[in-house]
Structures are given as structure tokens and as C-alpha cells.
């Protein structure tokens, strides 16, 4: 699985990309996997599972699609972590 990092991810990640061979996870599972390799980044997610909380705080896409906590994350695709959207 290949996993692109956008600012400020790619920062505290220290790498835009890092590319890990995985199981099959659900889109939570693997975002806690890099918590626990980088704590600095877990310390960016939510406390609670829900779409809602992760993507004022992230958001994971991959080929036009958001991705949602419990999504099982294909390993073939390159997912993309970027900053939430914001604005007025």
C-alpha cells in the first residue's frame, strides 16, 4: 500500500510517502497503525472512530472517493492524506 502525505502530515510523517506491506485493514485500523509508528501523527487524530471527528481533522482520499473509518483500504491503491477542507 502506498500512502501520500500532504502538509503538515508529510512533516510530522517526515516523508511525503511511505510504502507498507500490509493486511487487509479498515481505513481506522490503518490510521492507528501510523499513530503507532509516529506518535506525533496519532497525536492528529480523533479520540472517537467516526467520519464525522477524523475528517475535521483529516482527510483520506483515493481515486475520487473519501474514504470513510470503516472502509477496508485496498492494498493496491495509493491513498492520499490530506489536511481537512475548510472555509466559508
Given amino acids: 500500500m502506498r500512502i501520500q502525505f ?21 481505513l481506522w485500523e ?30 483520506p482520499l483515493s481515486e475520487g472517493r473519501i474514504y470513510s473509518v470503516h472502509d477496508i483500504i485496498p492494498t493496491s491503491i495509493t491513498l492520499k492524506i490530506f489536511p481537512p477542507v475548510t472555509g466559508g
Fill in 30 to 59: 490503518l490510521l492507528q497503525y501510523l499513530a503507532g509508528k509516529y506518535p506525533a501523527f496519532g497525536a492528529e487524530l480523533p479520540l472517537e472512530a467516526t467520519d464525522e471527528a477524523l475528517r475535521a481533522r483529516l482527510l
Fill in 6 to 26: 500532504y502538509p503538515p502530515y508529510d512533516a510530522i510523517i517526515g516523508a511525503p510517502e511511505l510504502n507498507l506491506e500490509l493486511d487487509i485493514l479498515t
